[in-house]
Structures are given as C-alpha cells and as structure tokens.
C-alpha cells in the first residue's frame, strides 16, 4: 500500500518539476509538446489506474505513513494519507477527469508558447488535489487545500501579459486566501480543545481517526463544535465558491477553458463538500451550523442561476452554472445527506466537465473564425499572440440595455453587440451544429444532464438532494421545505439558461460576420474524445445513486449511498429522520423534478424560441423576468458591493492613512524626538556642531548618567 | 568522537581574519574571490557545528562545543565564551550560509572601493556570529555592538541615493537601544554577582539563567533590554529606521540586516530576555502580543501602499517579525520553535525577495515597480525564482514560511501569556495582507505587456545569480517539507528554557523580600545521563 499510494501521489509531482525545470532552463524542450503533453498525461494516468486497482479491489480503510512533517510539543504531524471509500471516490474522479482534460488540453494549447508551463502547472494541481483528498490530517488537506489555491492562481494568470487575467487571478487567490485564514481558525481551535482536555497525553495530528473518535467528538458539542463548522464551512465557501466568497469564480474564467473545466468546474471547487463530508461526523453535531449551511447553499443556488439566465460569454454562462450547482451540494450537505453531495459532485464533474470543454472546443472554432476575418480585413486585429481566450467581456458589452451604437467601420462588418469581436460571446455563435457535431451533440446531452432530463445522471443526483430537502422538512423542520422549494425553481432557471446557452450556441442561423464563407471547424480527436467519454458518463453516472423509490422497484439499492455511508461502514454520516415520507410521496417528487426539468426545456426552447430567434429571445426574456434582469445581469453588484465595503477602505486607507502615517506620525514623532535632543544638546553646548556628533554625544552623556545612578546608588 | 571544541572559533573569527587578508589584496577580483574563499570555507566548516552538535542531550543549559576562556582575571566574571546549544544552531548555519550568497550577489553589484565593502562585510559575519554562540552577557554585547559598524558604512558608502540619511538613522536608533543594553549589562552583572557568584560580578549567562532577578529589578531590566531588542527586531512602532535603512542598503546590505541582524533583535529576546525575566516577560505578554499583532497587520497594511520594491520587502519584514515575537512570549513549545524556525525561514525567503530585487535594481536601476511592468516575458527565470520566494514568503504550505507561521498561531492561541485568541486571530489575517501585498508587487511588476522598451530587452539571470538563489530555494523546499531535522535540534532547548523560565517564575513569585531565588536548569526528564558540567578554566 506504501508504494501504491507513493504511484498515486508522485508522478504527477515528478513530472511537473521535471516539466518545468526542462522548459524553464532547456527551451528546446518547449517544442517537442507530444512528449510533454504526452508524459504529463502519463502522470496523472497512472495514479487513475492504480487508484482504480484500489477501489474495485477495495477492503477495508487503511492509512498509509511516510515521515514527519510538524514535530514540536504535542503537535505532531506526519505525512499519513487515508485510503477509503470516500478518498478513493475522490481520487478516481480527480485522476479520471484529470486524464481526460489532459488528453484534451494537448489539442487545445497547441503552439501556445507556454505549453510546457501550463502542463507543469496542471500537474502540479493535480498533485496538491491528490494531497487533498487522500490526506489523513487537517494540515495535509490544507497542505492540498492551498496547493490547489496555488495552480489555481498560476493558471488563471496563465497568459499574464493581459493584467485582467492577473487580476483574476489575484482576486482568486486573496479571496481564497480569507476563506483559508478561517479554516487555520478552525485548525487552531481543534488543537487547543483537544489537547487541552483532561486526560490528554502524547502528541496529535490533527488527524480525522483521533478527531472523528466518538470520545473526540463529545468534545465538540455547543459552542466550540458550531465555531469549527462554522470556520471550516468559510473556507469552504472560500474553495467553493459559496456566498459570500464566491465572487472570484465567475473572474477565474480567465484562465484557458481546460482548466475551468479541471480546476473551475469538476475538481477544486468541490473540495469544500469533501471537507464537509470528510467531517460530517462533526459536522452533524451542530444543527446551526448545518441550517446556515442549508441556507448559504440554497440561496447562492439561486442567486447565480438568475445571473447564469442573463449572461452572454459562454463561460460566464457555466462559471455561474458551477457557482449555482455547488450550492445546491451545500443544501444537500446541510440538510444532512452528504452522500449525496457527494454524488452531486460526482455527476457535475463527468457533466460539467463536459460542457466546459465543449465550450472549449466551440471557443477554439471560433478563434479561428476570428482569425479568418481578421485576415479577410472584416474585422479590425487587435490580437497578440499567445493568447486564446478572450479577456472576459466587459460590462458595456453585457449590458443589453446599452444601445448599439457601432459605427460601420470602413470595410469592417458589423457584430449584433457592441465591442470587438468575442469568441466567447455567444451573440456571434448560432448553427455551429452544422460545423462541429461532436462538440454539439456532446454539449447537448450534457446539457440535458445538468437540466435534469429523466434517465440522465443530473435527474437522479438534483432529486434527490431536493428530495432529502423535503424530507428534512417533512420531519418537522420548516427550513427544509423552504429550501426544497429554492432548489425546485433553481431546478427550472437550470434548464432555462443551460437550453438557452445551448440553442443560441448551435441551433438557429450562424451570426458571425461573413458566415456563408466562413465556416468554423470540428476539434481534432484529442479535444473529441474526451467529449464523448464525458458524455458518455453524464448519461450513466446516474445509475450509481439511483433514489430509493426505484432502487427498491428494481430490487437494488443506491450504490453510493452504501459505499459511502456510516451505517454500511463507509466514512460519511448522515442525518436520521424520524418521519418519513411515503413511497407514494416520492414518486410524486420524481415526478415534479423530472416535469420541471422538460418544463425549463420547453420554455426555453419552444417559448423563448432561442434557437430560432437567436439573441432577439433576450427581449422576452428581460420582459418576463421584469425588475429581477438588471441587477440579474450585473451579478447582483457583488463585487461592486465589494469594492466600495472592503477594497477601497482598505486600498485607501493604506495609501492616504497608514503610509503618511507612518512617515509623519510615526517617524515623524520618533526624529522630532530625536531632534528635540539635538537641539537641546545644541543648546546646551552653544555650539551647532554636525549632527551625528551632537545626536552620538547627547545619547553618551545620557547613558553616562544613568550608568552612575545605577552604580553609585 | 573528534574535539570540535576549537572550531566555533575559528567560525566565528575565519571572516575577521579574511577580512584582514583582504587589505593586502591588489585588485577587486583578487579581493572577490578571497571573499568568497573566506565565507564558504566557514560555511563547510560551519557544518562541522551541526554534524558535531548532539540533539539528544542539548540543552538550554548545555552550551556544545563550547569555548570558556577568563578575560579579566578572578575580580571580574567575564569570559570569552561560546557555545552551540538549540537555540543559535540554525541562526549560525543561516549567517554562514548567507556568506558567500551576499558575497556573490555583490560580485558585479558593488562598483567602487571593493576592498572596503568586503571587508566590513566580512567583518560583519564575524559580529554576527558572534552574538548568535556568546554564552557571556558581557561578550554578546561587544559582538553587538561590532555589527553596528560596518553596517552603518555598508549603508552609508555603498547604498542609495538617501544613504547617508538612512546609516545615520541606523546609528541613532541601534545606539539608542545597544547602550541602554549596556546599563543593563552591568546592573545584572553586579546584581548576580552579590546574590549567587561570591560579590563577583559576573556575566555568565549559564549563571545568569539560574538567578531569579527579584520583581522590581526585573520590570527595569526587562525595560532595558528588551527595549534594545525590540528595536532591533524591529517592533511596532519602533520599526522606522528599518524601511530607510533597508530601501538605502546595497543588495549584500539588505540581505545580511534581513537575513540575520534583525535577527539577533528577536534572538536576544529569546536568549536573555524571556529567561532572564520571566515575570516581567510573562507579565508583558499580552502587551508585547498587542504590539506584535498591531506590527503584523500595520507592516502588511504599509508595505501595499509602498510603490518602491525594496521598502515593500522592508514593511513586510515588520509583519514577518511580529509573528515571531508573538511566538517568542508565548511560553508554549510549539509556539517558541515555531518562532525559532520562523527566524530562519525569514532570513531565507526574505534574503531571496532582497537579492532577486537587487537583480532586477542592477539591470535597471530602479526600485519603483512602476518602472517595470510585464518582465516575466523578458526574464522568465528571474520571474520563476521570485514566484517561489514570494510564495514562501506568503506562507504558502509545503514551503518554509508556513511550518514557522502555522506553529508560532497554533501554539499562541492556547498560550497563558498571550491569553488572548482573539489578538491570534487578528494576527492570522496577516496572512491573507501577505498574499495580497506580495501577489500586488508581482502584478504591478512581473505582468502585463511591456511598455518600456528597457524592460524587453533586459538579460535574464546569470549562472552565478542562479547559482546564488539555488541554495535558498532548496532550503525553502526542505524546510517545507521535512522540518524535521531543523526542529528536531532546537527541540529538547526551548523545552528547557521553557521550563526553567516557569520554575524560576514560580519560584521569584512566592520568594520572601531579600530571599535569594536560584533555580536549577530544567533538565528534560528522558534524558539519562546527567548534565556535564559547565567547562571551567
């Protein structure tokens, strides 16, 4: 098991050193991008098939030592990792998805300068996930924890000559960071409570045996347990992208597709729900802090869903998406089923994995079509290289209420908005169906996932979050059903704005200048194959967690639920119900799920009508959401809010309060001080001698003087 | 096993004498390379100290290798005596290791009077040293006072545009607090002398620790020293000589006053004050904790309004340190070792952010990040090494920065003398301002496009540069991962001192009035053989 762990953990880390010593210091290296790509593949393919080794051989939990991290006092950290059903869960998704997004990211950063770097980096998260999810011990997770924060920053600022890409990526990782200097908090106080019991002796590691040990546990009752939840639940919020530190996520679009699809969407935002389910033992014993939890996830579930409905960049579209999902996996967690948080995050990886990089590969089409008009002269170039993705869209050209006041350049065409070309705005989209069917096809059945289309993996993982939320409610608590009733309309705004991305992206007419000649173009197999795969698993993913109503009809049992659950000997607790509801009530709840789920299609496909009217729908659409789009579409003025709050007090108050400060009151009262001697000495003297003499002779008088006081008295 | 008892001196003195060789020298490369000869020698010897240094029996108590010579004949205690226990182990290493690094950053750096530069530098590794092995009061305070010197000229002839200002400054605030030192010096050593050494007055620091300074005494002696100290380290809102002088100091200068001299501030506190004063220190705690919260946020608040690389690292120093003293006043083992390898750590990644400034200070001539812009295109090695230091800095786990930070809060927050998590919290959001004012000097300076056409055409590092860094950025790594050995050595002393400080504590507390107070060093209980004894003449 020590070398099996070791395979899990270190091809990833070798390789990227390697890939990053060889690129940084060997440029010859940067060229040759199929044995780059091709062993940085091979890093995280290993450590998949070993973790899979793992889990379909797997027996019993086991945890695995290397040596010492943090040695002093009663602290004592080693570097001890779990293997169990919710570490191996983990891992097969972080090494599967991983593999596949590296397989796809070969095709997509082809000829980018920085083609070695961005590899390096990617293995390099993957690495620090690894730490993450496999750790034994609260400082290992947060070794992993800001190791991911890490990747993260770097490959979001990948291409840092654009300073809104670095932006984003500060923002990432300080907003992250607040998240983390809770989560230290928390550490902290777990520390202090356990080693200061009574009976205490020895070292701890912070370690999830000591601290999910039921004679551990009893410690955190009341008070303390509800601020360590509550801590870890903010840094959770951190990493997830929760309200209220979500913000960073929509920015960290920035950085190229794969790695929102890796790092944004399937893998490093999900690691607050590990966390959670990790602890749920701990988690369970405070009611307060699991309502808060319900809430936060219920109302960001929303909130995002309303500004997903109304943006215009594909991947804003899904960025808000993924903000919107993860708070549907903290309702469920909150709620008390972790299980099935769990599974939600399983079923989003494989589906929204999917659309990231379909969005990728429509992305990487339509740059080509950019490039082309650009090239014919139709539109202006403005474009350095190096750089795929297009800065995030500026609020100007998402705000439909600015009118369209393009000018006809002489010989350049006109785009339906204002602003340059955006290859990511999916007003220049329409019809690529026609062009790239793998991309479509693929990005549709995702799309059908996420909505909740019967059969598909996101029916059976968003129902039964919304059913264990009913049944939280069911069982007397009143929160349950408000929250159940968030999920069921986030549910329907779900598959509204999913169909609407859909249809304006692929069906209808092309809207592109220039459209009937020139034609976007199909990804190569790097880029499809993963497509497929991913697809592939948004259907039948599903199936692993079927609900308990039509487990039982088959005469089978939801496989996750026994795999994870306590009660069948797996890591992850969850809350018993006294009442519950009957088999009849369930069926209806299916039901209602899987009718507003063809609802939202409809609506938006038939009602809207954006395939066929393209952007045009948008007017209805503003009309019947009424006063709600405005702020809708300006994301409810977080960051706004933010600046005015936070970061301009704080920018401000440094640069015209402390800084001065410093000089003029500070330093200021300690050379008026010092002046005050010279003159005095001056004084004393008469003389106005130089000043280092008069400063040295003024401080060796005084000392003389007190040294006699000392001595003679 | 070999006598290394020699061997710390020729450490500490082999730069002194270098130095004195250096004089005779013709030409700027001989006196180079014979620089860089003196200071790696001492470092391959210096290893001689940690391979010679035994972990199992140190302690507080228990000087290793250690050298006692009388000075002054039988009527006055003071002796040339030195010593390697857990406490100055890694603080020496560090300044020995800092050696040839400042030496080769210098190499193309320093353009005029090369023999003088060298020398004082050399001169100054020898003070350095010095202070870290004294086990005499009387003989650190010389060793402290040697350090002044060349560093005040190392900043006055060889440094910025405001150099003179800033040496003067440095002169001022350090002799402030050295001199007062020195009354205190002296009223220890006659106030020992007359309790426990006969009438003798004495400066032993092995006798000293043992001696239960009276309360009254030991509020004016905590006064003087530790305010000597704490200037030094610097702490809130004593910190202003440090940004002058540090913005002003030459490359190697900044680095030797970040790497090692502040810390000798922090050492002392650790060394002298807390042991010697542990009512006083215990007593003050919360007060010092406020003050090093206060300088944690304030220092992280004023270096992201700096516009000026330099004075940004600078500020950042007053937030590092700020950590470390909050340690220090802890009395809890996890926090004091964590304070101990915080001061390594720092001396690491700090000495890396001042020696990659001072590559980008000697290709451009400028310290203000407005003047650059985009440069990880034009020098992507420079930008690599300033990546991880930044991030090592910042505290980021698996580098060094954090095990110190982690240890230093996680061991505050439940300390008596503290006594306050609250004032921890508050210090912990020191590392959300690290991120941001580290990550903020990396965008304003390393991204975007380039926009002066000086910044596109600059030369990315050198061998020897990459050379330099090399070291500093495997230590980040090692210290990251595997603190272990480091933390190992300084294990079983701040047990000792910890404990010692406590007994005796306790033991000055419930003393009557005139009752003399001598505790015994606490001698880790696993430890079977029996303390040898202190080497006499």
């Given amino acids: ?713 | 096993m070999a006598d290394f008892s020699g061997l710390l001196s020729l450490v500490i003195f082999l730069p002194a004498i270098g130095a004195l060789v250096l004089l005779a020298l013709p030409s700027a490369d001989a006196i180079r390379w014979t620089a860089l000869a003196t200071t790696a020698v001492t470092f391959v010897l210096s290893i001689g100290l940690w391979l010679g240094f035994d972990a199992g029996v140190s302690t507080a108590l228990q000087p290793q290798l250690a050298t006692r010579l009388p000075w002054f004949g039988p009527a006055i205690d003071i002796s040339y005596y030195v010593g390697v226990d857990g406490l100055n182990l890694l603080l020496l290493l560090l300044t020995t290791l800092l050696g040839p690094i400042v030496v080769l950053s210098s190499w193309t750096y320093i353009g005029k009077a090369h023999k003088g530069y060298y020398a004082l530098l050399l001169l100054l590794e020898t003070g350095v040293l010095g202070v870290f092995a004294s086990f005499d009061v009387f003989l650190f305070y010389i060793f402290f006072e040697l350090t002044l010197i060349p560093m005040v000229f190392i900043i006055g002839i060889w440094g910025g545009e405001d150099r003179i200002y800033a040496a003067i400054k440095f002169v001022i605030y350090t002799l402030v607090g050295s001199l007062l030192m020195l009354v205190g010096v002296l009223w220890l050593g006659f106030a020992a002398g007359d309790a426990v050494n006969g009438g003798v007055f004495t400066t032993d620091w092995y006798k000293l620790v043992q001696f239960g300074v009276p309360l009254g005494a030991q509020w004016g002696l905590f006064a003087v020293f530790g305010l000597a100290f704490m200037i030094k380290v610097p702490l809130f809102p004593l910190h202003t000589w440090l940004p002058d002088a540090h913005t002003q100091a030459p490359t190697g200068g900044s680095v030797v006053l970040a790497g090692v001299l502040l810390k000798m501030g922090t050492y002392g506190l650790l060394r002298f004050v807390v042991p010697f004063f542990p009512n006083a220190s215990a007593a003050a705690a919360p007060w010092i904790g406020v003050l090093a919260v206060v300088g944690i946020v304030y220092g992280a608040l004023v270096a992201f309004a700096q516009t000026d690389m330099k004075k940004l690292v600078a500020y950042s120093s007053v937030s590092h340190l700020g950590f470390v003293v909050l340690g220090l006043f802890a009395f809890d083992q996890v926090a004091v070792q964590g304070s101990l390898i915080q001061m390594v750590n720092h001396g690491i990644s700090t000495g890396a952010l001042f020696l990659i400034i001072g590559m980008l200070v000697e290709r451009r001539h400028t310290r203000a990040m407005a003047d650059y812009g985009g440069i990880a295109k034009s020098v992507p090695v420079l930008t690599f090494f300033m990546l991880f230091s930044v991030f090592a800095s910042a505290g980021l786990p698996g580098l060094n920065g954090f095990v110190g930070e982690f240890m230093i809060l996680i061991g505050s927050w439940r300390s008596a003398t503290v006594g306050n998590p609250i004032l921890v919290a508050v210090a912990t959001t020191g590392v959300i301002f690290a991120a941001v004012y580290l990550l903020w000097m990396v965008y304003r300076t390393f991204y975007g496009e380039i926009t002066d056409p000086e910044n596109a055409t600059m030369t990315d590092l050198n061998g020897r540069e990459i050379g330099l860094l090399l070291p500093l950025v495997a230590l980040m790594i090692l210290m990251g991962f595997w603190p272990t050995p480091f933390l190992q050595r300084s294990e079983r002393a701040v047990r000792s001192l910890i404990e010692t400080s406590e007994l005796k504590a306790a033991a000055v507390e419930s003393a009557g009035p005139g009752e003399v107070v001598v505790v015994p060093v606490a001698w880790p209980a696993d430890v079977a053989t029996a303390p040898a004894p202190a080497p006499q003449p």
């Fill in chain 1, 1 to 713: 098991m020590q070398l099996l762990v070791q395979l899990i953990l270190l091809p990833p880390l070798l390789v990227a050193a390697f890939n990053g010593m060889m690129g940084l210091f060997a440029p010859g290296y940067r060229k040759q991008e199929w044995v780059l790509g091709g062993l940085a593949l091979a890093a995280v393919a290993v450590p998949f098939a070993v973790t899979a080794s793992l889990f379909f051989g797997f027996v019993e939990p086991e945890v695995v030592r290397y040596f010492t991290w943090l040695e002093a006092g009663s602290l004592r950290v080693d570097f001890a990792y779990r293997i169990d059903q919710l570490s191996l869960l983990m891992t097969m998704i972080v090494t599967g998805v991983g593999s596949l997004i590296h397989l796809y990211s070969i095709g997509y950063m082809k000829g980018d300068p920085g083609f070695w770097r961005f590899f390096a980096y990617l293995n390099l998260f993957i690495f620090a996930m690894l730490n993450l999810v496999l750790a034994e011990s609260l400082p290992v997770l947060f070794l992993g924890w800001e190791g991911v924060g890490l990747c993260s920053y770097l490959l979001i600022g990948f291409w840092y000559t654009d300073l809104k890409n670095s932006a984003a990526a500060n923002k990432a990782f300080i907003v992250n960071r607040i998240g983390d200097f809770a989560f230290l908090l928390a550490m902290f106080i777990v520390f202090d409570t356990v080693t200061s019991a009574p009976g205490f002796a020895g070292t701890f590691a912070l370690d999830f045996q000591t601290l999910l040990a039921p004679e551990t546990l009893a410690l955190f009752t009341g008070g303390t347990g509800f601020a360590v939840c509550l801590l870890l639940f903010i840094g959770a919020t951190g990493k997830s992208a929760q309200i209220p530190l979500f913000v960073w996520l929509p920015d960290a679009m920035a950085g190229p597709t794969p790695v929102s699809a890796l790092i944004h969407a399937a893998t490093m935002v999900t690691s607050g729900l590990y966390l959670l389910a990790r602890l749920s033992p701990l988690v369970l014993l405070s009611p307060d802090a699991m309502a808060l939890i319900a809430i936060v996830g219920a109302v960001t579930a929303i909130m995002a869903a309303t500004v997903a409905i109304t943006q215009n960049d594909i991947k804003k579209v899904l960025a808000y998406s993924t903000v919107s999902q993860l708070g549907y996996m903290f309702l469920a967690a909150g709620v008390g089923a972790f299980f099935v948080a769990i599974f939600h995050v399983m079923t989003h990886a494989f589906f929204k994995a999917c659309l990231f990089l379909g969005s990728g590969s429509v992305i990487h089409s339509m740059h080509d079509v950019e490039h082309k008009l650009e090239h014919k002269g139709l539109i202006p170039s403005h474009h350095g290289p190096g750089s795929h993705d297009t800065p995030l869209d500026s609020e100007a050209t998402n705000d439909p209420f600015a009118e369209q006041h393009t000018e006809r350049v002489r010989g350049h065409a006109i785009l339906p908005y204002d602003g340059p070309f955006d290859a990511q705005d999916m007003r220049t989209m329409g019809g690529l169906k026609r062009y790239m069917p793998s991309t479509r096809w693929t990005f549709l059945i995702a799309t059908l996932a996420i909505a909740g289309i019967p059969g598909l993996s996101g029916f059976f993982s968003k129902d039964e979050i919304l059913f264990k939320a009913f049944e939280y409610g069911y069982d007397g608590h009143l929160l349950g059903y408000i929250v159940w009733f968030i999920g069921i309309v986030t549910a329907l705004l779900t598959a509204i704005y999913m169909t609407r991305a859909y249809l304006l992206t692929f069906e209808g007419e092309p809207r592109w200048p220039d459209a009937l000649d020139t034609h976007p173009h199909e990804s190569p197999w790097t880029m499809t194959v993963p497509l497929w795969v991913l697809a592939a698993l948004s259907v039948v993913a599903g199936f692993l967690g079927l609900p308990p109503v039509i487990a039982e009809a088959m005469g089978t049992e939801s496989w996750i639920h026994h795999w994870l659950g306590t009660e069948f000997g797996g890591p992850v607790a969850e809350l018993a119900h006294e009442v519950v509801p009957s088999h009849g009530v369930e069926w209806g709840l299916l039901a209602l799920g899987a009718g507003i789920a063809i609802a939202g299609v409809v609506i938006a496909w038939f009602g809207f009508r954006f395939g066929a009217r393209g952007p045009e729908a948008d007017r209805s659409l503003r009309k019947t959401m009424g006063v709600l789009y405005r702020p809708a579409s300006r994301k409810w003025l977080w960051d706004e809010a933010y600046d005015a709050a936070v970061v301009k007090p704080v920018v401000e108050g440094s640069r015209r309060g402390l800084a001065p400060f410093d000089k003029k009151g500070i330093d200021g009262t300690v050379m008026g001080f010092a002046g005050g001697i010279r003159q005095l000495a001056g004084r004393l003297r008469g003389v106005q001698t130089g000043v280092v003499q008069t400063y040295a002779l003024g401080i060796v008088v005084g000392v003389v003087a007190v040294v006699a006081l000392v001595l003679f008295l």
